[in-house]
């Protein structure tokens, strides 16, 4: 499995939404451990979220 498809389950977690298929929140913390590059991708959409959420 690639980062990529990790990366969309995150971002869909950050938005609240379903996460795609075979990737739930077990699978997708478990690879967080390991990849820091996921959790440096995660943590700058995390950030950016917090900066737009109150500009809608
Ligand atoms: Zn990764």
Do not use: I, N, Q
């Not at 795609?20 to 440096?40: I, K, N, Q, T």
């Amino acid at each position: 499995m690639h980062c990529r498809e990790f990366r969309t389950a995150l971002s869909a977690r950050l938005d609240g939404e379903e996460p795609p298929p075979g990737l739930s929140g077990p699978v997708l913390d478990a690879h967080l451990l390991g990849c820091v590059e996921c959790r440096g991708w995660g943590e700058r959409a995390r950030r950016l979220k917090l900066l737009t959420a109150g500009l809608g």
